[in-house]
C-alpha cells in the first residue's frame, strides 16, 4: 500500500481522486500519507507555516463517508494547500506577517469551501511573501521558501510556498493568489501550471487585501487537468463578494483535449526586448513552444500591446495606492497584533512598526504618496489611464489573434538573495505577468522545458476575458506534445 500511495501522490491529482472515488483507497491512507510528506518539506523548502493534522484527518475521514454514500466528487481525497493569506476556518492566517499573530479565522474563504465540496482535504497553510508583496517568497516574517528544483534558489513569489509544496510532491494540489503574478511566476519557476482567472471569476471573500481591483485567486498544480478541476470548483458568482461575476462560468473540461488546431496564436512584439532584458534559455523556449503549437495546427501572428512596457510602473503606483487603504485597518485596534505605545498615534506607530516588514512598508509610503493631496492627479490618476490604454491595446490585439504567447518571466528562478537589496529589479521580474492583470485578463503559466541550468521555465498564454476554456485547450496541446517532465531534486519521497 506505501507504494501504491506514494504513486497517487507522485500522479495527477484526478488519477488519485477517482482511486479514492472507487474505494481502491481511502482518503484518510493518503491525506495521512501526505501530511508526512507536508513535514518534511516544511522542513527543508520552508513551504509550510501551518500543518493541521488532526482536521485534515477528520475531513479526511469525511470525504470517505461521502464516498461511501455515493456522493461524487471530482477531487475526492485530493490533499490541498492553501496560501496563508486565504481564510480556512479554524486554522491561523498570517499572510507571512507579523502583525496577524495569533489571528484564527473564523471560517473558509469561498474558494476554499468550493474545494472542500469537491473533496479536497486541507493540510496547511503554506507560506507567502508578506500580504503577497513580492517576487520571490523571500519577505515572509518567518524566512524564505527554498525552490525544489534547486535549494539555493526563490521558488518565486509570492505563492511561493504553494509553489513549492505542489513542486516537491508534497501536495498534488494547491492555490494561491494572483495580484500582478504571483501564482504565475511561482508556476513558472517551479515547473507547474498556474493559472489566473478573469478578474471577478473566483470570489475574493476570505483572501486577506492586498490591492482589491487585482486579487484573484488561482490554483497551482503538475498537470492541466488539475488545474482546470481545481478552477472548475473554485469558480461562479457569490453575493459575498460584489466583485464576482454574476454570470456562471463557462465549461472549463469540455473542451480540454480539443488542440491547438484553427487556433490564432499572438507573438508579442514586445517580448522580443523587454526591460531589463530576456535570458537567452527563455527565448528559446518561446521560440519552442510557439513552433510545437505551429506544429498541433495553430497559426502564428505578430502581435503588439504597445503600452505593455509602461504596465509595470502603472501596478506599482494602483497596487500600493490600494494597499495603503487596505492595509490601514491593521492599527491593533481593528485588527493587528497590538503593540502598546503613548496616545492613540502611539499606538499605531508601535503596532505598525513591529508588525510590518520593510518590502510593506516600502508599499505602504509609495502608495499614500502616490494617494496623497497634490500627487494624486499626477500620479495615481494618470495610472489609472493608463490601465485603460492597456485595456484597449489588449482588445486591439485579440482583434488579430484568439490568445497572446510569451515568456511568464524574463528569466528563470534567481539566487536566494539576489535581488533583496534591489526593489526595481525584483519589479521587473513581473514585467509580463503584470499587463493581463491590470486588464483583468485570464493568464496561463505552463512549463516549457529547463534552462541550461536545469532550471524550469515558464510560457505564459493570456486570452480575452472569459477565455479561460481556449488557455487551457491549448496549455493541454503544449503538454501532450512536449511530454513528461523531470522529477525535481528536492523532491519529498
Known amino acids: 500500500m506505501t507504494a501504491e500511495l506514494d504513486r497517487l501522490l507522485d500522479g495527477p491529482a484526478y488519477e488519485l481522486a477517482s482511486a479514492v472515488s472507487t474505494r481502491e483507497v481511502s482518503a484518510h491512507a493518503v491525506v495521512e500519507a501526505s501530511l508526512v510528506r507536508v513535514e518534511r518539506s516544511r522542513d527543508l523548502h520552508g513551504a509550510f507555516l501551518h500543518v493541521a493534522p488532526r482536521a485534515a484527518l477528520a475531513a479526511a475521514d469525511e470525504v470517505d463517508r461521502r464516498v461511501a454514500a455515493g456522493e461524487t466528487m471530482p477531487l475526492a481525497g485530493v490533499p490541498l494547500a ?46 507567502c511573501d508578506e500580504f503577497g508583496m513580492g517576487s520571490s517568497n523571500e519577505t515572509s516574517a518567518w524566512g524564505p521558501v527554498r525552490n525544489p528544483w534547486d535549494l539555493s534558489r526563490v521558488p518565486g513569489g509570492s505563492s511561493g510556498g504553494s509553489a513549492a509544496a505542489v513542486a516537491a510532491l508534497a501536495v498534488p494540489l494547491a492555490i494561491g493568489t494572483d495580484t500582478g503574478g504571483s501564482v504565475r511566476q511561482p508556476a513558472a519557476f517551479c515547473s507547474l501550471v498556474g493559472v489566473k482567472p478573469t478578474y471577478g471569476r473566483v470570489s475574493r471573500y476570505g483572501l486577506l487585501a492586498y490591492a482589491s481591483s487585482l486579487d484573484q485567486a488561482g ?112 492599527d491593533g485596534v481593528r485588527f493587528g497584533a497590538r503593540r502598546e505605545g503613548e496616545g492613540l498615534s502611539g499606538l499605531y506607530r508601535a503596532t505598525r512598526s513591529a508588525g510590518f516588514g520593510p518590502e510593506v512598508k516600502r508599499r505602504i509610503l509609495l502608495g499614500t504618496f502616490a494617494l496623497s493631496s497634490g500627487y494624486r492627479e499626477a500620479w495615481y490618476e494618470r495610472a489609472q489611464r493608463v490601465r485603460a490604454l492597456l485595456a484597449l491595446d489588449f482588445a486591439e490585439a485579440f482583434r488579430s489573434c484568439d490568445a497572446i504567447l510569451c515568456p511568464t518571466a524574463p528569466e528563470p528562478a534567481f539566487r536566494i538573495g539576489a535581488r533583496s537589496a534591489d526593489p526595481l529589479a525584483m519589479y521587473l521580474a513581473d514585467v509580463f505577468t503584470v499587463p493581463p492583470s491590470l486588464a483583468g485578463l485570464p493568464a496561463l503559466s505552463i512549463p516549457a522545458g529547463l534552462s541550461r541550468d536545469g532550471l524550469p521555465i515558464g510560457i505564459q498564454l493570456t486570452g480575452p476575458g472569459g477565455s479561460e476554456p481556449l488557455l487551457l485547450a491549448l496549455g493541454r496541446a503544449v503538454e501532450r506534445e512536449s511530454g513528461p517532465r523531470g522529477r525535481p531534486p528536492g523532491a519529498i519521497r
Not at 492566517?93 to 473533496?119: I, K
Not at 502564428?300 to 497596487?319: E, F, M
Open 82 to 127: 492553501v496560501k496563508d493569506n486565504i481564510n480556512v476556518g479554524g486554522l491561523p492566517t498570517t499572510a507571512g506577517s507579523r502583525v496577524l499573530a495569533g489571528f484564527v479565522a473564523a471560517d473558509d474563504a469561498t474558494c476554499v469551501a468550493r474545494l472542500r465540496s469537491a473533496g479536497c482535504v486541507v493540510v496547511g497553510k503554506t507560506s
Open 219 to 330: 490554483p497551482l498544480a503538475r498537470n492541466v487537468r488539475d488545474a482546470a478541476l481545481a478552477l472548475a470548483a473554485m469558480a461562479g458568482a457569490d453575493p459575498r463578494d460584489s466583485t464576482s461575476l454574476p454570470s456562471d462560468p463557462p465549461d472549463l473540461l469540455g473542451r480540454l483535449e480539443s488542440g491547438a488546431a484553427g487556433a490564432r496564436i499572438g507573438l508579442l512584439v514586445e517580448a522580443e526586448a523587454p526591460e531589463g532584458g530576456l535570458d537567452s534559455d527563455v527565448g528559446v523556449a518561446l521560440e519552442a513552444t510557439a513552433r510545437l503549437l505551429e506544429g498541433a495546427g495553430a497559426r502564428l501572428v505578430r502581435v503588439s500591446v504597445p503600452r505593455i512596457a509602461l504596465g509595470v510602473a502603472a501596478y506599482y503606483i494602483l497596487a500600493t495606492a490600494e494597499a495603503s487603504s487596505n492595509l490601514a485597518r491593521y
